[in-house]
């Protein structure tokens, strides 16, 4: 007890009991906070990080690593959204940062390079993968992490598999909130632009439009669907064939924020006048949301905290492996919001 206590201590002189005393839970409860278990209750732990901060609690990172062992944490990505990715990054970070655990990324393009770069990962000692979309989709990928034994956590995945664990947000719901609130602002003519047809939420975005456009009684026309890859470059082609029409539609629901931002980049060569004579929304709110102008109508998908969730999630499934728990395969489902900005308006 004493030898954990020491191992537990922090570089400020406040002990983990000392914690444990002013958030009024056991000494173990804070620990596994410290730690990173993902076995605490969201109120727990928000009780033991303010007693930590009120102490000013630092965690003897170097105690830890002498007791459990470095913690390296793998990151497979072949994400074609920067935006995305960049917010995905800085919550990895920074869960990583507070727990001690190295990020180690590998970006992959293909098959053959993504099963290069799993195994490039293990060999730099990762023990575990996060696998952000597109890859958290990815059949191959995933049953490869299986068969090697890695503890994996997929991100923004659709359809989150049995066996493996995920951080996501209800798509579709999402999706039809936004198609609801541009049907409420008068919006009978919208067209749609999609996403990389193999990733799950795209699928479930789409199918949420269509059936929020019928549910509604009105026409989804195949003219006012363009085809998109999540891309900005696909998203300006995708703009010019919607915008390009004798009729335009009067909004356009983009798929992501990059190809949303790539409509009102098209828009204004166009001398349209946004949002008056057409209304635009995106999904995600990255930061580019907020450096165009108008400032874009979005859904909210918190991708720094999907990114943390993951991590929590991971180190946890590390932990058991290390001292031969079973697995626990955990599917963390966290809240979507509709952010109105400047870039929508009443028709």
Not at 206 to 220: I, N, W
Request: glycine share 8%.
């Amino acid at each position: 007890m004493e030898q954990q206590k020491q191992n537990d201590s922090a570089i400020s002189g406040a002990t983990i009991y000392d914690v444990a005393r002013v958030a009024g839970v056991s000494a173990m409860t804070v620990s596994r906070v410290v730690n990173g278990s993902a076995q605490v209750t969201d109120v727990t732990r928000k009780k033991v990080m303010a007693a930590l901060e009120s102490l000013n609690y630092q965690v003897n990172f170097a105690a830890r690593a002498a007791r459990v062992g470095t913690l390296r944490v793998g990151l497979l990505y072949s994400n074609p959204s920067e935006a995305f990715l960049s917010a995905f990054l800085v919550g990895a970070m920074d869960q990583c940062g507070q727990m001690g655990a190295q990020l180690i990324l590998e970006r992959c393009d293909d098959l053959r390079s993504q099963r290069a770069a799993i195994g490039k990962l293990i060999a730099n000692g990762a023990d575990g993968i996060l696998v952000p979309p597109p890859l958290c989709d990815t059949k191959s990928a995933l049953k490869q992490l299986d068969e090697l034994g890695i503890p994996t956590v997929a991100v923004a995945t659709g359809r989150p598999s049995p066996g493996v664990s995920a951080v996501r947000i209800d798509d579709y719901d999402g999706a039809l909130t936004m198609t609801r609130h541009l049907i409420s602002l008068g919006h009978t003519d919208i067209g749609f632009i999609k996403g990389d047809p193999k990733h799950t939420p795209a699928q479930a975005r789409y199918q949420a439009f269509v059936d929020g456009m019928k549910e509604a009684g009105l026409e989804v026309r195949p003219e006012r669907v363009a085809e998109g890859m999540f891309t900005y470059r696909s998203g300006m082609a995708a703009a010019r064939q919607l915008l390009g029409q004798e009729s335009r539609p009067s909004a356009i629901f983009a798929c992501n924020d990059d190809m949303a931002v790539a409509v009102i980049a098209v828009a204004h060569g166009l001398h349209l006048q946004l949002p008056d004579e057409l209304t635009v929304c995106g999904f995600d709110d990255t930061p580019v949301a907020t450096t165009v102008w108008p400032e874009l109508t979005t859904i909210h998908q918190p991708i720094g905290d999907m990114a943390r969730a993951a991590v929590d999630l991971l180190v946890e499934q590390i932990r058991r492996r290390r001292v031969g728990e079973e697995k626990l395969v955990q599917h963390k489902l966290l809240p979507f919001t509709l952010v109105e900005r400047e870039s929508s308006t009443r028709h």
